[in-house]
């Protein structure tokens, strides 16, 4: 099959076609960008024969198709993903040789396609990956941001945000599809008429702004199955094109306005993490692409089905947060106002279609939209939301007789706003949290009023991560040694991954082990020096702490730590001390100051200790610029120390904690999102657990926080931590964190004083950095630990996540599909 696909002489002549009609150059004359095309384009052409062949396969078996519905999918780079989901990295590897062409550095001229911001638009994009893998008819659907988030870069220890100009080259990986392009309608009026003929009134929508909204395919390359599905990204543009026709007739004005309105909707994607940013614009893009992806649904089915009352039957959408929950009134919309239905059965139809998963507790993350806001904007689908919420609200009064309080709590409009999340748990079929501790923690805190009058909805998936990009690709050496053990299996069961175990005490293995991570630290600190000018030594412990920035991951106890050791080396000069390199990598959002300030403090941090000479060079501080899922991959591979530091019951699961232990670095962690279920998976005593539990932090909450000022007062360690601060020794300017200091305490500037318990788990923290240290100086008791990382780390794969909607939620066929004769023949 593969050697068919790539006969290496086919390959190459390709390629060099490729170079001559792109560029009307010679191979030897092409620049690596145009290289990086030319090879793009001839993968794409395998590719899309497997397309067809998919597509066919679907039509033929008719299977239920789910439509995953997020805001973000961060998909990382395409190029390698592909050549190995298709079996023909090795051989594609050996032809580029053969032109003189290093793939490593071909993979390196492809942008990060910039859809996503952090851990939710990557599950959306392993989620793709399993749902191809496993053989499930699948569409992501979401939007073509022209720009996604911003691109960091960091000048004078400062971020600075730069357009991300992702699309400039052209993506080799995307197809426009003009001929899927749909109408979405914003603002106007709504007009009620009586039909005579049916009885009832009818809706009609007018004087509304429209916009086309076209679609961009991008495949999603199954591993070895011949499966390429589709995430369908939408672009926006005016309705007519803005010429001299609509200039003479005098609606320049508005053509102007169209044209406007389209080029702001797909500008920019929000970089916000867990924050609601309340935008006129962001709701704008919400309903634009749920609009859209849920006209191409229906369109689809209607090509091939007759009854839409069955449409639960064969479509499913899943809203990935709260963000696609106008999903639930478009689509009653449509089936009442296009396909006639009456209401009754427009919400039975409905509510079988809709499924909810929550990704977040943290109070200003959760979706609410002012009524005057939404109203004006979307004046049909608030009217069917008002509808809904009348009708919920009289259950509650059925339920809950008198109890006006309950009416108040679980409103979906209530006090001016309208609630995203009680509008997805009240028509969704399905409420999912994403690690047990959080599914926990929503029914019997956030969510306790839902769960406790319709339970049956709740249900827990723990989210994974895809092994194919995260070891496969991200750690060649890795993968081929754990294939040369156990067999290539792991590959699409990662749970055979469990037969490493019996290595756990193989010296010659766990050497070879060690080896490999030595490689992948090597590689890593090429990359420093490269981009950053500092020099790390491979051989001192990688600490490594990569995620977006934010209070609640708290970054701030990592490097409050770093200065607190920092402190310890100068006044004891023998002490014993480990080397240790600590890793940042993190975006700030652009308006979220003090997460900006904690970016600058530590780069701050890192010249006065990088540059300390009294210190020998013991610590070292690195912080990562623009991290992303390109650079991630490789840093995992390089890890020893899993940083996974999140105030307990604030991090809904995480994933980047299941790359780290996938490729053998222990989690130095609260018990917190999946953390949890990463200690039960490889034990206590292969990780190293430290601070409150999430119960006690809630506890905390609930009766008025806790004092920081007393550990202040009462730890002299801690207290000359915070001031150093304050007096100049990371900065001249004294008032730099003078924000971050007052934040800590109860101060006239803070009303809630370390609202992330940093001071509370400080001691417990710097413990278990000890016992790390100790750990890692016995180096068999470590090579050992961070093998059974890797080998216990089955569970934690999104083939499993994925199969487990499958059977509890969506109810899939699993499709097979085999190669046509006409794409065999090549
Ligand atoms: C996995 C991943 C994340 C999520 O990391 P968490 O530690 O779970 O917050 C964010 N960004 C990138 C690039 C990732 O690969």
Same mark, same amino acid.
């Given at each position: 099959?593969?050697?068919?696909?790539?006969?290496?002489?086919?390959?190459?002549?390709?390629?060099?076609?490729?170079?001559?009609?792109?560029?009307?150059?010679?191979?030897? $004359?092409?620049?690596?960008?145009?290289?990086? !095309?030319?090879?793009?384009? *001839?993968?794409?052409?395998?590719?899309?024969?497997?397309?067809?062949?998919?597509?066919?396969?679907?039509?033929?078996?008719?299977?239920?198709?789910?439509?995953?519905?997020?805001?973000?999918?961060?998909? @990382?780079?395409?190029?390698?993903?592909?050549?190995?989901?298709?079996?023909?990295?090795?051989? #594609?590897?050996?032809?580029?040789?053969?032109?003189?062409?290093?793939?490593?550095? /071909?993979?390196?001229?492809?942008?990060?396609?910039?859809?996503?911001? @952090?851990?939710?638009?990557?599950?959306?994009?392993?989620?793709?990956?399993?749902?191809?893998?496993?053989?499930?008819?699948?569409?992501? %659907?979401?939007?073509?941001?022209?720009?996604?988030?911003?691109?960091?870069?960091?000048?004078?220890?400062?971020?600075?945000?730069?357009?991300?100009?992702?699309?400039?080259?052209?993506?080799?990986?995307?197809?426009?599809?003009?001929?899927?392009?749909?109408? #979405?309608?914003?603002?106007?009026?709504?007009?009620?008429?009586?039909?005579?003929?049916?009885?009832?009134?009818?809706?009609?929508?007018?004087?509304?702004?429209?916009?086309? &909204?076209?679609?961009?395919?991008?495949?999603?390359?199954?591993?070895?199955?011949?499966?390429?599905?589709?995430?369908?990204?939408?672009?926006?543009?005016?309705?007519?094109?803005?010429?001299?026709?609509?200039?003479?007739?005098?609606?320049?004005?508005?053509?102007?306005?169209?044209?406007? /309105?389209?080029?702001?909707? #797909?500008?920019?994607?929000?970089?916000?993490?867990?924050?609601?940013?309340?935008?006129?614009?962001? +709701?704008?893009? !919400?309903?634009?692409?749920?609009?859209?992806?849920?006209?191409?649904?229906?369109?689809?089915?209607?090509? *091939?089905?007759?009854?839409?009352?069955?449409?639960?039957?064969?479509?499913?959408?899943?809203?990935?947060?709260?963000?696609?929950?106008?999903?639930?009134?478009?689509?009653?919309?449509?089936?009442?106002?296009?396909?006639?239905?009456?209401? =009754?059965?427009?919400?039975?139809?409905?509510?079988? %279609?809709?499924?909810?998963?929550?990704?977040?507790?943290?109070?200003?993350?959760?979706?609410?939209?002012?009524?005057?806001?939404?109203?004006?904007? /979307?004046?049909?689908?608030?009217?069917?939301?008002?509808?809904?919420?009348?009708?919920?609200?009289?259950?509650?009064?059925?339920?809950?007789?008198?109890?006006?309080?309950?009416?108040?709590?679980?409103?979906?409009?209530?006090?001016?706003?309208?609630?995203?999340?009680?509008?997805?748990?009240?028509? @969704?079929?399905?409420?999912?949290?994403?690690?047990?501790?959080?599914?926990?923690?929503?029914?019997?805190?956030?969510?306790?009023?839902?769960?406790?009058?319709?339970?049956?909805?709740?249900?827990?998936?723990?989210?994974?991560?895809?092994?194919?990009?995260?070891?496969?690709?991200?750690? !060649?050496?890795?993968?081929?040694?754990?294939?040369?053990?156990?067999?290539?299996?792991?590959?699409? =069961?990662?749970?055979?991954?469990?037969?490493?175990?019996?290595?756990?005490?193989?010296?010659?293995?766990?050497?070879?082990?060690?080896?490999?991570?030595?490689?992948?630290?090597?590689?890593?600190?090429?990359?420093?020096?490269?981009?950053?000018?500092?020099?790390?030594?491979?051989?001192?412990?990688?600490?490594?702490?990569?995620?977006?920035?934010?209070?609640?991951?708290?970054?701030?106890?990592?490097?409050?730590?770093?200065?607190?050791?920092?402190?310890?080396?100068?006044?004891?000069?023998?002490?014993?001390?480990?080397?240790?390199?600590?890793?940042?990598?993190?975006?700030?959002?652009?308006?979220?100051?003090?997460?900006?300030?904690?970016?600058?403090?530590?780069?701050?941090?890192? =010249?006065?200790?990088?540059?300390?000479?009294?210190?020998?060079?013991?610590?070292?501080?690195?912080?990562?610029?623009?991290?992303?899922?390109?650079?991630?991959?490789?840093?995992?591979?390089?890890?020893?120390?899993?940083?996974?530091?999140?105030?307990?019951?604030?991090?809904?699961?995480?994933?980047?904690?299941?790359?780290?232990?996938?490729?053998?670095?222990?989690?130095?962690?609260?018990?917190?999102?999946?953390?949890?279920?990463?200690?039960?998976?490889?034990?206590?005593?292969?990780?190293?657990?430290?601070?409150?539990?999430?119960?006690?932090?809630?506890?905390? $909450?609930?009766?008025?926080?806790? =004092?920081?000022?007393?550990?202040?007062?009462?730890?002299?360690?801690?207290?000359?931590?915070?001031?150093?601060?304050?007096? @100049?020794?990371?900065?001249?300017?004294?008032?730099?964190?003078?924000?971050?200091?007052?934040?800590?305490?109860?101060?006239?500037?803070?009303?809630?004083?370390?609202?992330?318990?940093?001071?509370?788990?400080?001691?417990?923290?710097?413990? &278990?950095?000890?016992?790390?240290?100790?750990?890692?100086?016995? $180096?068999?008791?470590? &090579?050992?630990?961070?093998? +059974?990382?890797?080998?216990?780390?089955?569970?934690?794969?999104?083939?499993?996540?994925?199969?487990?909607?499958?059977?509890?939620?969506?109810?899939?066929?699993?499709?097979?599909?085999?190669?046509?004769?006409?794409?065999?023949?090549?």
């Amino acid at each position: 099959m593969i050697d068919k696909q790539f006969d290496k002489e086919t390959f190459k002549k390709s390629v060099k076609d490729n170079v001559k009609f792109l560029y009307r150059r010679k191979l030897e $004359e092409a620049t690596q960008e145009q290289l990086f !095309q030319a090879v793009s384009y *001839t993968v794409k052409d395998v590719i899309i024969d497997n397309w067809l062949d998919t597509q066919n396969a679907y039509e033929a078996q008719d299977p239920k198709i789910v439509y995953y519905m997020s805001m973000e999918f961060l998909m @990382g780079r395409a190029l390698g993903n592909n050549l190995l989901n298709l079996g023909a990295y090795g051989e #594609v590897k050996e032809a580029l040789e053969e032109l003189g062409i290093d793939i490593n550095a /071909l993979e390196d001229q492809e942008p990060d396609p910039a859809l996503g911001n @952090g851990g939710l638009g990557r599950l959306a994009a392993c989620f793709l990956d399993s749902l191809a893998t496993l053989g499930y008819s699948a569409y992501g %659907c979401g939007i073509r941001y022209r720009y996604g988030m911003f691109k960091q870069e960091i000048r004078d220890g400062y971020q600075v945000e730069v357009p991300d100009a992702w699309l400039e080259e052209g993506y080799p990986f995307e197809l426009r599809r003009p001929e899927y392009a749909k109408e #979405v309608h914003f603002g106007g009026y709504v007009r009620v008429e009586y039909d005579q003929a049916t009885g009832q009134n009818k809706f009609i929508h007018e004087g509304y702004q429209a916009v086309k &909204a076209i679609p961009y395919d991008m495949p999603i390359v199954g591993y070895e199955n011949n499966v390429v599905n589709t995430l369908r990204i939408w672009d926006a543009a005016a309705i007519e094109e803005f010429g001299f026709d609509s200039f003479d007739k005098g609606d320049y004005k508005k053509a102007v306005e169209q044209e406007n /309105l389209a080029k702001d909707i #797909v500008n920019v994607l929000y970089p916000n993490d867990n924050k609601m940013s309340g935008k006129e614009l962001r +709701l704008k893009q !919400q309903y634009f692409f749920v609009s859209a992806s849920i006209q191409a649904a229906i369109e689809k089915y209607k090509k *091939t089905h007759d009854d839409i009352k069955k449409l639960h039957e064969k479509v499913v959408f899943q809203m990935n947060d709260t963000h696609p929950t106008m999903a639930v009134a478009e689509l009653m919309r449509i089936l009442m106002d296009q396909e006639g239905l009456g209401w =009754d059965d427009a919400w039975a139809v409905t509510t079988k %279609c809709v499924a909810y998963t929550n990704h977040t507790i943290m109070a200003e993350a959760l979706e609410k939209w002012p009524i005057e806001l939404f109203s004006r904007l /979307l004046p049909r689908v608030y009217q069917i939301i008002e509808e809904i919420n009348r009708r919920f609200i009289i259950e509650v009064q059925n339920r809950y007789p008198g109890n006006y309080e309950k009416i108040k709590k679980m409103a979906i409009i209530y006090d001016g706003q309208v609630k995203m999340a009680h509008l997805a748990i009240v028509a @969704g079929f399905s409420v999912n949290g994403v690690a047990r501790l959080h599914t926990e923690i929503l029914k019997n805190q956030e969510l306790k009023d839902f769960y406790e009058m319709m339970p049956e909805k709740f249900n827990n998936k723990t989210n994974g991560i895809t092994q194919r990009r995260f070891l496969l690709h991200g750690n !060649q050496n890795l993968a081929a040694w754990i294939t040369d053990h156990i067999g290539p299996d792991w590959i699409t =069961d990662l749970s055979q991954i469990s037969k490493l175990k019996v290595y756990a005490d193989d010296e010659k293995a766990l050497q070879e082990f060690m080896n490999i991570k030595f490689q992948n630290k090597q590689r890593l600190a090429k990359y420093i020096l490269e981009h950053n000018g500092v020099e790390v030594d491979p051989h001192s412990i990688f600490d490594v702490q990569v995620k977006r920035l934010h209070e609640y991951k708290r970054q701030l106890l990592n490097i409050l730590h770093v200065i607190y050791l920092y402190n310890q080396i100068k006044l004891h000069p023998e002490m014993e001390f480990y080397p240790r390199t600590f890793i940042f990598g993190a975006k700030a959002s652009a308006a979220y100051e003090r997460a900006k300030k904690i970016i600058k403090l530590i780069n701050c941090v890192a =010249d006065v200790v990088n540059n300390d000479s009294s210190i020998n060079g013991k610590i070292k501080v690195v912080f990562i610029e623009n991290y992303r899922v390109s650079n991630a991959e490789m840093i995992f591979a390089a890890a020893d120390v899993s940083e996974q530091i999140s105030t307990a019951s604030k991090e809904a699961s995480g994933t980047g904690n299941m790359k780290f232990m996938l490729n053998g670095a222990p989690t130095l962690g609260t018990m917190d999102g999946a953390n949890v279920e990463i200690v039960e998976e490889v034990g206590q005593e292969n990780a190293f657990i430290f601070g409150m539990s999430a119960d006690q932090i809630i506890n905390y $909450e609930n009766h008025g926080g806790y =004092d920081p000022d007393f550990i202040y007062n009462t730890d002299a360690e801690i207290r000359q931590v915070l001031m150093q601060l304050i007096n @100049g020794t990371f900065s001249s300017d004294t008032e730099l964190f003078r924000d971050i200091y007052d934040s800590l305490l109860n101060t006239k500037n803070c009303s809630r004083a370390d609202q992330y318990f940093i001071l509370g788990d400080f001691r417990s923290y710097a413990e &278990a950095q000890k016992r790390v240290e100790a750990a890692y100086k016995d $180096e068999k008791k470590w &090579a050992k630990m961070a093998l +059974l990382n890797t080998a216990c780390s089955g569970k934690f794969s999104s083939d499993r996540t994925i199969q487990e909607y499958v059977d509890d939620i969506w109810h899939l066929d699993k499709v097979t599909v085999t190669k046509s004769s006409e794409a065999a023949e090549k």
